[in-house]
């Protein structure tokens, strides 16, 4: 193939990727380990540096922030900031956590768009709902409101070159009204606005398949969290492949999934976390990418 030929396909390629997110897609032998930075939220408010520094040396490449605000910045590193420590740590970040329930409250845009803001600066492709308030999610009409603002979101994001995605609990799995939270949310949000990041160990919490969830909405999790679930205590999750959740089963069905980055999380520990994370990281590269 002529040079010119292949940089003139390879920049359709690029263009296409862009505009149908879904349509090309890695395989998972070359997806990144990622973190989810919320495992690190009793270090990190201390020492982002040294606690970033840490998490490379564990074995991931990217991370997935949270607690963003203007006021605060990245625990207190404003987002160009942020940016240069991650690079010198030979890190990038694809996704952020922002808090989104004034948003779906009241429709009102300015922490949105400084959210927008910040995620470009650093080089984020995802603007993630992370949770919603109880009083948010009341009644079946509340799920309509949701849908309604998180597809709102995604036309903001969209815009800007960006993607809302959105977090599950286990609570969006719950009947409310003869429907659940999670089901309104995949048929009135827009495939072309809005992708879901699965958060596997919640799904199983909640007595649901992630390979059924997938296999009815094939490219719509186009981020997973990976996150074990404890054999003796299942509310406390464990390092990955020590717990009772089968994720090489799930990993097989990650190119249906529509899967572009997955992050790892842990919010309980039994030993020293940075032990556990190394572990964790170690795991999915060697049983779960290769």
Not at 2 to 15: I, V
Not at 86 to 95: D, R
Request: glycine share 8%; charged share 25%.
């Amino acid at each position: 193939m002529q040079r010119r030929t292949f940089l003139r396909q390879a920049g359709l390629l690029s263009a296409l990727s862009l505009l149908e997110p879904g349509k090309l897609l890695a395989s998972p032998s070359s997806l990144k380990v990622g973190l989810q930075l919320y495992t690190l939220r009793d270090y990190i408010g201390k020492d982002v540096k040294g606690v970033l520094t840490k998490v490379a040396k564990a074995g991931y490449q990217e991370v997935e922030t949270y607690g963003y605000s203007k006021a605060g910045g990245f625990w207190g590193l404003t987002a160009k900031d942020f940016k240069a420590v991650l690079a010198a740590n030979g890190l990038t970040t694809s996704s952020g956590h922002y808090e989104m329930n004034g948003f779906v409250r009241d429709g009102n845009q300015d922490a949105l768009k400084t959210y927008i803001e910040a995620a470009k600066i650093c080089g984020q492709t995802y603007v993630v709902v992370p949770h919603l308030d109880d009083k948010l999610r009341a009644t079946a009409d509340d799920f309509k409101v949701v849908a309604e603002r998180v597809n709102k979101a995604g036309e903001l994001c969209k815009a800007a070159g960006l993607r809302v995605a959105y977090h599950n609990h286990d609570f969006e799995f719950k009947s409310v009204g003869g429907t659940t939270l999670y089901d309104v949310l995949l048929k009135e949000t827009d495939p072309a606005l809005v992708d879901f990041e699965l958060d596997l160990y919640w799904v199983v919490r909640a007595g649901q398949d992630p390979v059924k969830l997938i296999e009815a909405h094939p490219k719509r999790f186009t981020m997973w969290h990976v996150k074990d679930m404890d054999k003796a205590q299942p509310e406390h999750n464990t390092e990955v492949g020590a717990g009772s959740i089968d994720f090489k089963k799930i990993f097989q069905h990650a190119t249906a999934s529509g899967l572009r980055h997955l992050f790892m999380e842990q919010e309980y520990f039994a030993i020293d976390a940075y032990q556990s994370i190394t572990q964790s990281a170690s795991y999915i590269k060697k049983n779960l990418l290769s």
